[in-house]
């Protein structure tokens, strides 16, 4: 870190940003690089989709990072027979006015959580997706800008795919990133236990149910909207060299030609790069850019938006496998 | 009236009757011909044994077939077919014997006319030009000699003209790193390189220290991370990075001085640093 990354104009954001992570720390163990990745997504309202196996605490943690900022929370519970008049709201029959009145769907939030998307059928997943593009949505005759910030982190389950829509590759593409969850280590799992057992009961009239982590989030303090807008302007003046440019072109043009690749990125691809670099070097105190940002966001930004070729397929290959090829050959 | 209508209708079919027996029974007397038309001669009595055709050959003139013999009292009577094959006059009975081999006594002659469409003049054949006998000998040796001449053409067809693959030379082997960082580390102490060049030198300085950091299989993020945190490498790259990135490069920086270990590297300067020996390493150059 240099003496330009720790300017002043910085400090206060910096600060915000620690105590989300300090709070959300509380509930969550481990998965530092989670929520990194949900802070890039909130400070560029960019999309973020989180792929991992049940009880990996995805849920827990997007709402964690709800109640730690003063946001407007709502989770959706995809299921095969959710209509997208449940997400984006209807018109509905006043009964006493005799006159239609718009209700609105649970879309109208600042930070909605889509959990298991993939297991809504593909109107559902368009009709969400289209509000995340345009953020607006059209109920009857009337259309509605979304609030702001609005932010949809959407989780799906690598397993069990029976029953499930997979998201082809041009919805996939709205999601600024695509992080893949992973078990925690053994030390932080076993710190999750130790935090478990000291959670205790939680009376309810006459009697008590367990406490779970949820409970926790009651409990955390609250940062204001007005810093978090404060980060996504700080976000803004970040800046990006002619030189990182250089480097995300050739990434993704390396991804455009490389044989084992049907499907390479595209432009949003690259602008998905440069937005969630700058949204990293400010969580970790620079005032710029440099290539770490762009090798640590490489795979969350490209991974799913490339697609491998038959030939690569049928030789076991995979995309990961791929992608690090070509990352290790622009820095070879 | 009856009677008389039946007996008028009887007679007028008896005369009906007779007059087709008269015409049936009317025996064919063809004593002319032309070449090689059939005619007949019949109702012939001939006294004597009963005659037979005379064995004809291929240069008969006549040929006479008995189509019919028939009792005649104490005679013969015989219907004959015959063929004329040359123009003149004949007699049939010529052209018979008995049956039973006894010579030929006098018979009535069966006269017979034979004549030809074609005039005169055309009679004969036109004379065949001499023609020089066929080859008879030598088959063997003109298949061996045909055989080779196909050889031969066939070895034209796909030799002849044709453009030989040229051999390619050898591939020049791939600049090496080294090959590729010193001009651009030229370029840009000079201070004429583009931003493109620029970006290329940090990627290469990367690649640099991963070579030389032993980090060739580890993850690109993680090479980096592990450069940022090497002694020498870390501060290049940090400098590198400010100099770069940075909204305001530091002043006081000299970049020329900066990349000058860096303006001499061999493929050599590219070994992992020996970690029992530490002195090996510093920028390779």
Not at chain 1, 1 to 29: H, N
């Amino acid at each position: 870190m240099t003496a330009s990354a720790t300017a002043p104009r910085f400090v206060e954001t910096l600060k915000f940003l620690d105590q989300i992570k300090t709070r959300v720390g509380k509930v969550v163990v481990g998965q530092e690089v989670v929520v990194e990745r949900v802070l890039i997504s909130l400070l560029t309202s960019g999309h973020l989709l989180l792929q991992g196996v049940p009880g990996l605490a995805k849920t827990l943690l997007v709402a964690a990072v709800s109640k730690t900022v003063d946001l407007s929370y709502s989770r959706i519970q995809f299921t095969i027979d959710l209509l997208p008049s449940d997400i984006v709201g209807s018109e509905i029959l006043d009964q006493k006015t005799h006159e239609f009145r718009i209700h609105k769907g649970p879309i109208f939030t600042n930070l909605l959580l889509a959990d298991e998307i993939n297991r809504a059928a593909p109107k559902v997943q368009s009709a969400l997706l289209e509000a995340m593009q345009e953020r607006r949505v059209t109920i009857g005759n009337d259309n509605f800008a979304l609030p702001a910030p609005f932010l949809v982190i959407a989780t799906q389950n690598p397993v069990e795919q029976a029953g499930t829509f997979e998201l082809p590759e041009a919805q996939l593409d709205r999601f600024m990133l695509l992080h893949r969850l992973e078990y925690l280590k053994p030390e932080e799992e076993l710190e999750v236990l130790r935090r478990n057992a000291k959670l205790g009961v939680r009376r309810d009239g006459k009697g008590a149910v367990a406490r779970t982590e949820f409970d926790v989030l009651g409990e955390q303090e609250k940062g204001s909207a007005d810093q978090l807008v404060r980060a996504m302007e700080d976000v803004q003046e970040v800046h990006v060299s002619e030189a990182f440019l250089e480097h995300c072109v050739e990434i993704v043009n390396r991804t455009r030609n490389h044989p084992s690749l049907e499907l390479g990125c595209s432009p949003r691809a690259g602008i998905s790069l440069v937005k969630a670099s700058r949204a990293r070097a400010l969580i970790h105190g620079r005032d710029y850019v440099v290539p770490e940002d762009l090798f640590a966001l490489a795979e969350d930004v490209i991974l799913h938006r490339i697609r491998l070729s038959y030939e690569a397929v049928a030789e076991g290959q995979t995309s990961a496998q791929v992608l690090q090829e070509i990352l290790n050959e622009v820095a070879k | 009236m009856m009677r008389l209508t039946v007996n008028l209708t009887l007679r007028l079919l008896a005369c009906m009757m007779l007059c087709a027996t008269v015409l049936i029974a009317q025996a064919r007397d063809q004593r002319e011909a032309t070449v090689g038309m059939r005619a007949y001669v019949e109702q012939v009595v001939m006294a004597g044994p009963e005659l037979v055709p005379a064995p004809s050959s291929m240069g008969s003139q006549v040929v006479v077939r008995v189509v019919k013999t028939w009792p005649h009292g104490e005679h013969l009577r015989y219907d004959l077919e015959w063929v004329g094959f040359e123009e003149g006059s004949y007699n049939l009975t010529n052209y018979l014997v008995h049956k039973d081999g006894t010579p030929m006594g006098a018979l009535p002659p069966i006269n017979v006319k034979v004549r030809s469409l074609l005039p005169a003049e055309a009679f004969e054949p036109s004379d065949i030009d001499p023609a020089a006998a066929a080859r008879l000998d030598g088959y063997s040796t003109l298949q061996v000699v045909v055989g080779v001449l196909w050889g031969i053409g066939l070895l034209a067809i796909l030799f002849v003209g044709r453009k030989w693959a040229v051999k390619p030379p050898p591939p020049s082997p791939p600049p090496t790193l080294a090959d590729r960082l010193r001009p651009i580390v030229e370029e840009v102490a000079t201070g004429n390189a583009d931003n493109a060049k620029k970006a290329e030198l940090e990627r290469l300085l990367v690649a640099f220290w991963r070579a030389r950091l032993d980090l060739g299989s580890a993850r690109a993020v993680d090479a980096i991370m592990a450069i940022r945190k090497h002694d020498e490498a870390g501060a290049l790259l940090r400098q590198v990075e400010a100099w770069l990135h940075a909204p305001e490069p530091p002043k006081l920086m000299d970049v020329s001085a900066l990349l000058r270990p860096y303006r001499s590297v061999t493929a050599e300067s590219f070994a992992p640093i020996d970690a029992n020996n530490p002195g090996s390493h510093g920028g390779g150059a």
